[in-house]
Each structure stands twice: as C-alpha cells, then as structure tokens.
C-alpha cells in the first residue's frame, strides 16, 4: 500500500512539473510582451538635432482586449520597433525623413510619417473589440487634434518599456518576409488609404 502511496505522489508531482512547464513555455507563446519588452528608465531628453523621436503610447486598460497576450506589433516599415502593451510607452529614436509605421493586431493599419531633425512625435495605439483578438486603431497626435495638449499628462501615469533587443532580432528575422508583403500594400495600393493615418514634420514639438 506504501508503495502504492510514493508511486503515486511520484507520479502526480512529475505530471505537476510538467504541468508548470508547460504552462511556462505556454507563457512565452501566448503572452510575448512579457518576454520582448522590460521596464526602464523613462527618458528626460529630446533626440538629438540629426534624430527625430517617436513615442508609442497605449494609454488604455481595463477590457479583457488589453490583457498582455493583444500586445501589438509595431514596425518601421519592415524593421520591427516593438510591441505595445496596455498602460505603457515606447521610444523609437530614428532618422528624420519619411517612415510608414505599420500596426499589426487581428487587423492591420499604417501611419505614415515625415519627421523633422530634433523633434519629437507621438502615435496612441487604441485596442477595440475583435474576434479571435483584439483589433487596434493607431492615433498619430497632430497639432489641434484632441490629444494635442494631453499627451505629457497621459505619459505621467504609463510605464517606459524598452525592447529586449535579442528577442526584438529574433522576432524581426522570423516576420519580415511576412510583413513585406504589408509594406507593399501600404505603398501602393490604392486601398491602403482606408486604413491610414498621417503625421507631418509640423506635428514634431
């Protein structure tokens, strides 16, 4: 009976561990935010005069369409930047000039962006309801848009996330044959507007 006893609570703790294991490498598929981006230090400066610099911000929570695993993706045409998550906010430091930043969630939108030298620009990323996920609105902030004038207000209470790079060179080499296909629409095609937001180099502070 003894023997009967260990075999077991032997049995039962290994289908635990695996069980744990399981549900960690689970985790790591379903929940990639927690994995690709790490809270830092918020910056305090503005870019450099040859940089331009774009904050991404999710400033939304609550509904279950911002739980981690409907982070999104975001991209500088088919360089992948990052993921945005519920109540945090990324910078991208890049070259001025003309970007398409490329949203990826059960649905897919742009902004196309002409950046000035030194200035800084910001894009709110909005969940809304899908069907499998949950679905994004990308929201560049232009001069007398609604959130012209609340932005630092709104960046005061999210966290600064910073990419793990690794993670963010694995992610990029595995989607851009993917997302190239994305690039090309958002260029081309005469649709692409339907779907397509714009900053331009006055919308820099």
């Known amino acids: 009976m ?7 609570f032997v049995i039962v703790c290994a289908l635990g561990l695996a069980g744990c294991t399981a549900s960690k490498r689970l985790a790591e598929i379903v929940i990639p935010g927690k ?9 305090t400066a503005g870019p450099p005069r040859d940089k331009a ?35 945090s906010y990324f910078a991208y430091l890049c070259a001025p000039g003309r970007h398409l930043f490329i949203g ?14 030194g200035k ?19 929201i560049p902030v ?8 609340k932005v630092d207000a709104l960046k005061q209470g999210l966290e600064f996330i910073v990419p793990v790079a690794e993670r963010v060179q694995t ?7 993917e997302v190239a296909g994305l690039v090309d629409f958002f260029e081309k095609d005469p649709e692409r507007e339907k779907y397509m937001t714009y900053l331009a180099p006055t919308d820099g502070r």
């Open 2 to 8: 003894a023997r009967k006893w260990v075999t077991g």
């Open 35 to 43: 994995a690709y981006m790490v809270k830092a230090d918020a910056p």
């Open 53 to 87: 610099l774009v904050y991404v911000m999710r400033p939304s929570g609550g509904p279950a369409v911002n739980r981690p695993f409907n982070s999104f993706q975001f991209w500088d045409r088919d360089q992948f930047i990052g993921l945005s998550q519920p109540r």
């Open 104 to 117: 990826i969630a059960e649905n897919k939108v742009a902004v196309e962006a002409d950046l000035a030298p």
């Open 120 to 138: 800084s620009y910001y894009i709110l990323t909005v969940p809304q309801m899908g069907v499998a996920k949950a679905r994004l609105a990308m």
């Open 142 to 149: 232009t001069q007398g848009s609604e959130y012209w004038d």
């Open 171 to 177: 992610w990029d080499a595995e989607k851009k044959a």
